[in-house]
């Protein structure tokens, strides 16, 4: 009889009322809900027993793989490689004492497993040298649940992590990476791989609990020309290179996929690495001022152009450009550039210099037929056509928004602009038949395939005079 068997009927002759096949049905059913590839029939028929108030009893041995993970498992010593580790978090129990906790991911060649390391092991030495895909031993663990139910080894006090060698039969890293253009629903723990397709966007906000948070968001794209967005919620952007360009190679280690109101998105944490070929070397940019508004959280927000007519979108958090006015040229030394997004912080250096080589805002216009969705913000001059129209519009998470909508016309052809939300109150001001200058619009695909224009942060509408 073999291992499992002999368990099925320890189980069976504790639960009579059980048939074999109602057993058999439930272990599908658990494997199915923690997901392909996370659990074998014997991990499993563990995890029904303690669902039902039953105790195997069954020695475990000394060495397991991940997949041979149950809730209950003492003593375990598990071979793996790492996938990423998380920073140490301080907590409260009730008592009002304190305890350490830190969590990191490993991974074998059949599955993947989260990590918790309590009080003192959460500093062992060398534990924040960890990098992934490098190969540790998991020395007396003890394994319990999570909240969906999942196994989650534990190391406590009389446990440890140590370093495993430099050859093992374990998939290396790149070896588990997969493309972006191929991830699915429900995964997790993943490592993929892209281009970066435009800028990176970090953003900071107050949470539901009054706390402050932060988020890194851009967009990859897979070989297959499939462009997922990414979302990565309280990452350290210090790991982030400060000049990063458009297309550059981009892997994320340790995300899930969520469906967003775009579809599927890669959602990460603090415990996500991310490499992203870039340099941290920053050199001298100089730029003609387009425009200057105000952002919501009262940053200043700038567009400019280079000498080659390229537009740099410019996010000033520090008030280094508040003596500047449209049309100066400025040299300035950025904290970050991310492709065409650039930012100043309390370390940038910016001065007005006298540079007759960079283009003037009429210089750098687009025609309407010459527009292309891309990841470029452009500057038309045109006539208004229809008189623009506001209204309230419900998204699918059912808030209200406003959205404001023209229809406008240069010499080559016609196209409409919109504005969402604060964008949609520049269009109040004007009237059909006006001619207008719109600095800084994104150009999209819209209904039936045809492009449309959209006001950005950064876009200012002028009348010709």
Partial sequence: MSEF????????????DLLRTQIEEMIQKKKEKIGAGYLTDQGALFLIASDLGV????????????????VGAKEITLATRVMNVY?????????????????????????????????????????ENLKPGDLVKIIKAYVKSDMKGNPIINVGS??????????????????????????????????????????????????FKGEPGKSVQLRLKGKDGT???????????????????????????????????????????????????????IQPIIIRILSITKSDSGNTLILGTKQDKNIISITDTASLTKDLV???????????????????????????????????????RTKIKEIKPADTLYCVEAIILKLPEKREIQTKTGEMVLLSETFIEDDTGQIWLKG????????????????????????KSGLEGRIELFLSPYSVITRKN
């Fill in 5 to 16: 068997d002999s368990l099925l009927s320890k189980l069976l002759e504790q639960k009579p």
């Fill in 55 to 70: 105790s195997l009893n069954e020695p475990l041995k000394v060495e397991m793989g991940l997949k041979d993970l149950y």
């Fill in 87 to 127: 920073p140490v978090k301080q907590f409260s129990r009730k008592d009002g004492t304190q305890f350490l906790l830190r969590t990191m991911t490993v991974y074998d060649g059949d599955s993947r497993a989260q990590v918790k390391l309590w009080d003192e092991k959460a500093n062992l030495p060398g534990i």
């Fill in 158 to 207: 009389g446990s440890n992590i140590e370093p495993n060698g430099t050859v093992s039969s374990i998939p290396s890293l790149d070896a588990i990476t997969d493309d972006v253009g191929s991830v699915k629903e429900n995964q997790q723990n993943l490592v993929v791989t892209g281009v970066l397709d435009g800028n990176i966007r970090a953003t900071e906000f107050t949470n």
């Fill in 227 to 281: 462009v997922v967005r990414v979302v990565l919620w309280n990452v350290d952007q210090k790991t982030i290179p400060k000049m990063i360009s458009t297309g550059a190679k981009t892997r994320l280690i340790g995300v899930k996929t969520k469906v967003g109101q775009m579809g599927l998105e890669l959602h990460g944490d603090e415990g996500t690495v991310i490499e992203i070929e870039g340099a941290t070397e």
């Fill in 326 to 364: 449209l049309g100066d040229v400025i040299e300035c030394m950025p904290s970050k550039v991310y492709g065409n997004s650039i930012t100043l912080e309390g370390d940038s250096f910016v001065r007005k210099i006298d540079d007759q080589k960079i283009p003037t805002l009429s210089e750098i």
């Fill in 420 to 443: 969402w939300r604060s964008q949609a109150r520049l269009l109040e001001q004007f009237t059909q038949g006006e001619i207008i200058t719109v600095t800084a619009v994104n150009a």
